[in-house]
């Protein structure tokens, strides 16, 4: 393929899936990582870390329920109150030396973190969490997780959010979490509604 056909093809694959590898554009393109890392070089497109950063800086609310360093994975999207995305690389400390398969607790906690970060409230807490693995993780993997805020009762106590995560196309998690949010206990104007009337 020649390299001008090459490199238009890159940008639009890198354009539709922003979160691309250099190792995914070397095999569907079948050229070296080098010819990729060139190519990109060329046509100013940063590697997948920066790419993440500069969509995370461009496309999201400010997380209010927790640091932002103690979120498990890159926001790269977030509308508080409704749903969020966050991509966490499986690297060499995230699993099992063995089988190069990522360790549970890993893809759990990127689950649960953007499930708490999606809450637009300064304290919110996993109150409980149904979790299912559909498959394992292995080294090198991308975990795309996306986040959907389905409702907020209990006097906006609690809020139900689902967690699906993904690897390119295919579902590897899913989590319906409870998380319980500061919000319920502030007073309404007037007085709690629920007080005492002795």
Do not use: W
């Amino acid at each position: 393929m020649p390299k001008r056909q090459r490199q238009q093809q890159l940008s639009r694959l890198i354009e539709e899936n922003p979160f691309m590898t250099d190792r995914e554009l070397n095999r569907l393109l079948k050229v070296s990582i080098q010819t990729i890392r060139l190519d990109r070089l060329e046509l100013g497109i940063p590697e997948l870390r920066e790419r993440v950063k500069l969509m995370a800086e461009r496309s999201y609310d400010s997380v209010r329920s927790l640091p932002l360093h103690e979120v498990i994975g890159d926001i790269i999207d977030l509308q508080l109150d409704k749903s969020g995305i966050s991509i966490f690389e499986i690297r060499e400390e995230h699993v099992f030396s063995r089988t190069g398969i990522a360790r549970g607790h890993h893809v759990f906690a990127q689950a649960n973190s953007l499930a708490v970060a999606v809450i637009n409230d300064e304290i919110a807490l996993t109150a409980s969490a149904d979790i299912r693995f559909v498959r394992s993780v292995g080294l090198g993997e991308k975990c795309i997780a996306k986040a959907y805020v389905n409702s907020i009762s209990g006097g906006r106590s609690k809020a139900k959010v689902d967690v699906f995560t993904y690897v390119g196309e295919e579902m590897v998690f899913q989590g319906h979490f409870v998380i319980y949010r500061s919000a319920g206990d502030e007073k309404l104007e007037g007085g709690d509604e629920h007080a005492d009337r002795n």
